[in-house]
Nanobody, 129 residues
């Protein structure tokens, strides 16, 4: 059974930084695609950053140059370092994982919800101007 738990969301001012964490519990952590998505009420959930089973990394255009995704295999934790935050980054951020051994196209900056079967409850990020 896979369980994901996000933390680190907060309220910050424009230009600030946050680091989101996602603790993974379950089998085969290192063999899964993992990603961060975000959602604003009334809009579709969108991919922000992802890392595939072979450590390939990709970012949405909105995240490039500001966000950094990383994976700690010792602690089974996925991180999203967010710098230079903007009001448009305000959203509920979700951590997600795919099935063990499956590939996903995140390294090509493509984020498809269908590639991810396990989702956390989300952590709120609010950026004020």
């Amino acid at each position: 059974q896979v369980h994901l738990a996000e933390s680190g969301g907060d309220s910050v001012q424009t230009g600030g930084s946050l680091r989101l964490s996602c603790t993974f519990s379950g089998p085969h952590y290192s063999r899964r695609c993992m990603a961060w998505f975000r959602q604003v009420p009334g809009k579709e959930r969108e991919g922000v950053a992802g890392i595939d089973r072979d450590e390939g990394i990709g970012y949405a255009d909105s995240a490039k140059g500001r966000f950094t995704i990383s994976k700690d295999k010792d602690s089974n934790t996925l991180y999203l370092q967010m710098d230079g935050l903007k009001p448009e980054d305000t959203a509920l951020y979700y951590c997600t994982a795919g099935r063990s051994g499956d590939s996903c196209p995140v390294r090509f900056n493509r984020f498809r919800e269908a590639d991810f079967q396990y989702w956390g409850q989300g952590t709120q990020v609010t950026v004020s101007s």
